[in-house]
Nanobody, 118 residues
């Protein structure tokens, strides 16, 4: 299983970015997919989750600004990030877990850097 993340970049506060995570197989293989982020010296933190049955979870810090979604035909999960803040600056990782297992799952994509700065 391979997860390929893309879409990071540098934006100004208030702008938007959309991250993508393409899977090498069917997205239905997984019990859920998620986005984590990490800044230097800190632990990786959970940002958003999309389960197999399309339930979602968002960290309090991003609720109302970020949206996780998927395109089943493209086997891709997205993270739409609006109203970005400097504190959203981090390396973002997509993650996938098998059914009936805990987060984080065992499958990780490579990180994609998001920098929010004026």
């Amino acid at each position: 299983v391979q997860l390929q993340a893309s879409g990071g970049g540098m934006v100004q506060p208030g702008e938007s970015l959309r991250l993508s995570c393409a899977t090498s197989g069917s997205i239905f293989t997984f019990g859920g997919m998620a986005w984590y982020r990490q800044t230097p010296g800190k632990q990786r933190e959970l940002v958003a989750v999309l389960t197999f049955n399309e339930s979602t979870y968002y960290a309090e810090a991003v609720k109302g600004r970020f949206t996780i979604s998927r395109d089943n035909a493209k086997n891709t999960v997205y993270l739409q990030m609006n109203s970005l803040k400097p504190e959203d600056t981090a390396v973002y990782y997509c993650n996938a877990k098998q059914h009936s297992t805990a987060w984080p799952g065992v499958y990780w994509g490579q990180g994609t850097q998001v920098t929010v700065s004026s």
